[in-house]
């Protein structure tokens, strides 16, 4: 007999049937082993996304506070450039007033 005998034929088709199952099951563990690492993956990513999100949030609003605060500071600044509001700081804070210029003092009752 030659080797495209039909008995030939019909046992090499078990052969050939337990190793499309073998190859099967490998790959099928593989694509499972993938799946599963990649949803690990994919879960702590999600985690640490979250944790990242959350302190971005929590720095967002101080840099809210600090703008706001250099922006009160800016403001100042540019006040302290007017000869008048200084002029207003100095009679507040030290009593000192222009030439001619009389203070009005509120009395003091109970003293």
Do not use: C, H
């Amino acid at each position: 007999m030659n080797r495209f005998a039909a008995e030939e034929k019909s046992s090499n088709n078990k052969g050939l049937a337990a190793g499309m199952k073998r190859r099967r099951f490998i790959w099928a563990v593989m694509v499972t082993v993938f799946l599963g690492w990649a949803g690990y993956i994919f879960f702590a990513q999600s985690a640490a996304i979250a944790n990242k999100s959350e302190l971005l949030a929590k720095k967002q609003a101080t840099s809210e506070g600090v703008t706001a605060s250099l922006n009160q500071l800016k403001y100042e600044v540019s006040r302290l450039n007017d000869d008048e509001y200084i002029g207003q700081l100095a009679r507040k804070w030290y009593n000192m007033y222009p030439l001619g210029e009389q203070p009005i003092r509120p009395e003091q009752s109970g003293q």
